[in-house]
Protein backbone atom coordinates (compact mmCIF):
# COMPACT_ATOMS: atom_id res chain seq x y z
CA UNK A 1 0.00 0.00 0.00
CA UNK A 2 1.30 3.23 -0.46
CA UNK A 3 2.04 6.32 1.84
CA UNK A 4 -0.92 8.18 0.26
CA UNK A 5 -3.18 5.40 0.20
CA UNK A 6 -2.40 4.16 4.22
CA UNK A 7 -1.93 7.63 5.65
CA UNK A 8 -5.70 8.93 3.70
CA UNK A 9 -7.63 5.35 4.34
CA UNK A 10 -9.82 7.33 6.84
CA UNK A 11 -11.11 9.95 4.71
CA UNK A 12 -13.74 10.10 2.27
CA UNK A 13 -13.52 9.63 -1.54
CA UNK A 14 -12.66 12.23 -3.27
CA UNK A 15 -11.18 14.24 -0.39
CA UNK A 16 -8.15 16.41 -1.43
CA UNK A 17 -5.09 15.12 0.82
CA UNK A 18 -1.87 16.14 0.73
CA UNK A 19 0.73 13.37 2.81
CA UNK A 20 3.94 15.10 3.83
CA UNK A 21 6.51 12.03 4.34
CA UNK A 22 9.49 13.39 6.05
CA UNK A 23 12.50 10.24 6.61
CA UNK A 24 15.57 10.99 7.31
CA UNK A 25 17.22 12.31 4.28
CA UNK A 26 14.32 13.05 1.82
CA UNK A 27 10.99 14.52 2.40
CA UNK A 28 8.21 13.05 0.29
CA UNK A 29 4.99 15.00 -1.13
CA UNK A 30 2.15 12.87 -2.23
CA UNK A 31 -0.76 14.90 -3.09
CA UNK A 32 -4.47 13.52 -4.84
CA UNK A 33 -7.44 12.98 -4.16
CA UNK A 34 -8.67 9.70 -1.67
CA UNK A 35 -9.35 6.56 -3.89
CA UNK A 36 -7.58 7.97 -7.47
CA UNK A 37 -3.80 7.89 -7.88
CA UNK A 38 -1.46 10.50 -6.34
CA UNK A 39 1.56 12.53 -7.61
CA UNK A 40 4.87 12.15 -5.93
CA UNK A 41 7.68 14.39 -5.77
CA UNK A 42 10.54 14.23 -3.27
CA UNK A 43 12.95 16.62 -1.74
CA UNK A 44 16.29 16.60 -0.67
CA UNK A 45 15.47 17.39 3.04
CA UNK A 46 15.39 14.91 5.71
CA UNK A 47 15.31 14.92 9.49
CA UNK A 48 18.64 13.56 9.41
CA UNK A 49 19.89 15.16 6.24
CA UNK A 50 19.30 19.04 8.16
CA UNK A 51 20.62 17.25 11.35
CA UNK A 52 23.76 16.55 9.60
CA UNK A 53 24.24 19.89 7.95
CA UNK A 54 23.21 23.09 9.35
CA UNK A 55 21.62 21.88 12.42
CA UNK A 56 24.73 20.18 14.37
CA UNK A 57 23.97 20.73 18.18
CA UNK A 58 21.29 20.24 20.56
CA UNK A 59 20.06 22.72 20.94
CA UNK A 60 20.73 24.28 17.26
CA UNK A 61 22.23 27.08 17.90
CA UNK A 62 20.49 30.47 16.65
CA UNK A 63 22.67 30.59 13.51
CA UNK A 64 21.82 27.04 12.45
CA UNK A 65 18.33 27.60 12.72
CA UNK A 66 18.53 30.49 10.37
CA UNK A 67 20.72 28.17 8.27
CA UNK A 68 17.98 25.38 8.09
CA UNK A 69 15.27 27.64 7.45
CA UNK A 70 17.70 29.12 4.34
CA UNK A 71 17.90 25.61 2.72
CA UNK A 72 14.23 24.33 3.68
CA UNK A 73 12.87 27.25 2.13
CA UNK A 74 14.97 27.18 -0.97
CA UNK A 75 13.67 23.30 -1.35
CA UNK A 76 9.97 24.22 -0.92
CA UNK A 77 9.27 27.98 -2.67
CA UNK A 78 8.87 26.33 -5.95
CA UNK A 79 6.38 24.49 -4.80
CA UNK A 80 3.84 27.33 -3.77
CA UNK A 81 2.96 28.05 -7.51
CA UNK A 82 1.17 24.49 -7.03
CA UNK A 83 -2.76 24.22 -5.64
CA UNK A 84 -1.69 22.08 -2.50
CA UNK A 85 -4.50 24.03 -0.58
CA UNK A 86 -7.04 23.45 0.67
CA UNK A 87 -6.37 20.28 1.03
CA UNK A 88 -5.51 18.07 4.07
CA UNK A 89 -2.25 18.05 5.10
CA UNK A 90 -1.95 14.62 6.35
CA UNK A 91 1.77 14.02 8.28
CA UNK A 92 4.10 11.06 8.39
CA UNK A 93 7.25 11.90 10.20
CA UNK A 94 8.65 9.66 12.69
CA UNK A 95 11.16 12.39 13.93
CA UNK A 96 8.09 13.96 15.23
CA UNK A 97 6.70 11.25 17.10
CA UNK A 98 6.60 13.20 20.37
CA UNK A 99 4.53 16.17 19.23
CA UNK A 100 2.05 12.98 17.69
CA UNK A 101 1.99 11.66 20.81
CA UNK A 102 1.16 15.03 23.16
CA UNK A 103 -1.19 15.51 19.81
CA UNK A 104 -2.95 12.15 19.82
CA UNK A 105 -6.54 13.55 21.36
CA UNK A 106 -6.66 16.62 19.41
CA UNK A 107 -7.68 15.88 15.70
CA UNK A 108 -5.50 18.54 13.96
CA UNK A 109 -2.18 20.70 14.90
CA UNK A 110 -3.14 24.46 14.04
CA UNK A 111 -0.53 26.09 12.27
CA UNK A 112 -0.63 28.42 15.41
CA UNK A 113 0.59 25.11 17.66
CA UNK A 114 3.56 24.50 15.77
CA UNK A 115 4.85 27.84 15.90
CA UNK A 116 4.48 27.62 19.22
CA UNK A 117 6.64 24.57 19.46
CA UNK A 118 9.45 26.16 17.23
CA UNK A 119 9.06 29.24 19.01
CA UNK A 120 10.15 26.93 22.44
CA UNK A 121 13.60 25.71 20.14
CA UNK A 122 14.13 29.29 19.16
CA UNK A 123 13.87 30.21 22.51
CA UNK A 124 16.30 27.20 23.82
CA UNK A 125 18.54 27.57 20.96
CA UNK A 126 18.75 31.62 22.29
CA UNK A 127 19.76 30.14 25.45
CA UNK A 128 16.97 31.35 27.17
CA UNK A 129 17.51 29.34 30.29
CA UNK A 130 13.36 30.09 31.13
CA UNK A 131 12.88 28.23 27.62
CA UNK A 132 10.50 24.72 28.81
CA UNK A 133 9.64 22.67 25.99
CA UNK A 134 7.74 19.42 25.71
CA UNK A 135 10.27 17.96 23.66
CA UNK A 136 14.37 16.99 23.46
CA UNK A 137 15.20 19.48 20.89
CA UNK A 138 17.59 17.31 19.06
CA UNK A 139 18.44 17.88 15.51
CA UNK A 140 16.44 15.34 13.51
CA UNK A 141 13.14 17.01 16.15
CA UNK A 142 14.39 20.09 15.00
CA UNK A 143 14.77 19.88 11.46
CA UNK A 144 11.35 17.55 10.91
CA UNK A 145 9.53 20.96 13.09
CA UNK A 146 11.20 23.22 11.05
CA UNK A 147 10.29 21.57 7.23
CA UNK A 148 6.54 21.53 8.46
CA UNK A 149 6.19 24.99 9.80
CA UNK A 150 7.61 25.92 6.89
CA UNK A 151 5.71 24.11 4.92
CA UNK A 152 3.00 25.48 6.65
CA UNK A 153 3.93 28.90 6.35
CA UNK A 154 4.93 29.37 2.67
CA UNK A 155 2.33 26.44 1.04
CA UNK A 156 -0.65 27.87 2.30
CA UNK A 157 -2.05 25.03 5.49
CA UNK A 158 -4.09 26.55 8.74
CA UNK A 159 -3.45 22.53 10.29
CA UNK A 160 -2.59 19.14 9.84
CA UNK A 161 -3.22 15.75 10.94
CA UNK A 162 -0.99 12.84 12.00
CA UNK A 163 -1.09 9.86 10.15
CA UNK A 164 -2.72 7.05 12.17
CA UNK A 165 0.46 5.06 12.38
CA UNK A 166 2.20 8.20 13.90
CA UNK A 167 0.00 7.86 17.22
CA UNK A 168 1.32 5.20 19.82
CA UNK A 169 -1.41 2.87 20.66
CA UNK A 170 -3.77 3.52 23.47
Do not use: N
Not at 28 to 40: A, F, I, M
Not at 140 to 147: D, K, M, R, V
Amino acid sequence: MSPFAQATARFKPGTPVCVLQIEADATHLYHGHVGEEDRHQSLPIGSQQLGRGPLRHTPPSPLELEQAIAEVEDRIMPLARQSLAPSRLVLLAPALAPLAAVSQSAEAVSIEQIERYFQQLAAQAEGDPGAISLFAPTPEFAAALLIVREWMHHLGFEQLEFAAAEHPPQ
